[in-house]
């Protein structure tokens, strides 16, 4: 088993406070790197969150690891390689690094012994679910993806060179981000996640992943935030488009995060699919 290298408790309502309250955290050794993760929960059901650019479980699912059901799921939480506290290695963008993530999740959940799981995937951690769904079918279960997008178009570039420079960002969205990795690492793996990225509008038709996207056989629920700055409605209907029987949920007030700021809304559309 993992060492678990800390452990803290969340406060859950008074009709689960019979399940397990706490979230440990570790990491494990897969596809030679150390992987952590968080995990809570003690539902038959498996569930992997998968984090945005630079994000990690304890900066992007905070209210999904104290809120969604214990009695339900185990959720896991993971930072994905060069994020979070899977460093080292530092973060690097070769071009098949969506490919690399989503191996490395499946990988992860194979180790911690989960024989199949649902995946809840927001922005980067979208599109690394799409590709895992994709390339491992029968590991699969259901998939809730929001903030995704599977091409790059010179729109999209234009507004990833607008967050290129993080000291632009507001203090609320990088103040998280400094804490966990200092100013200097933050900064720098930004600039290379823009450049990362920049470099998929350089194949045909912009290429991320929309190659893939008949081949995923799972539900899929797709949620899109309409007043999201980051990634236009556009991609979210192309994905409903081209995942055969997906399902597409609009949120009018919703932006990028919407997981977070409408966390009890999304909880709840999320747990009713995943059932």
Known sequence: MPSKVCFFSVLLSP?????????????????????????????E?????????????????GPQL???SKKLFTVVAWDPRGYGHSRPPDRDFPVDFFERDAKDAVDLMKTLKFKKIS???????????LIAAAKYPSYIHKMVIWGANAYVTEEDLK??????????????????????????????TCEKWVDGITQFKRLPDGNICRHLLPLVQCPTLIVHGEKDPL????????????VKGSRLHLM???????????ANEFNRLAEDFLQ
């Open 15 to 43: 009709l689960s406070s019979h399940f397990s309250t706490s979230v440990t955290s570790a990491k494990v050794a897969v596809n030679g790197v150390h992987l952590h993760y968080q995990q809570t929960g003690e539902g």
């Open 45 to 61: 059901h498996a569930v992997l969150l998968l984090p945005g650019m630079l994000g990690s479980g304890e900066t992007d699912f």
């Open 66 to 68: 104290k809120n969604l």
């Open 119 to 129: 995946l809840l995937g927001w922005s980067d951690g979208g599109i690394t679910a």
């Open 159 to 188: 507004i990833w060179e607008g967050i290129r420079d993080v000291s632009k960002w507001s203090e609320k969205t990088k103040k998280p981000l400094e804490a966990l990795y200092g100013y200097d690492y933050f900064a720098r």
């Open 231 to 242: 990634v236009l409605r556009v991609h979210a209907d192309f994905i409903h488009e081209h």
């Open 252 to 262: 009018p007030e919703g932006k990028h995060n919407l997981h977070l700021r409408f």
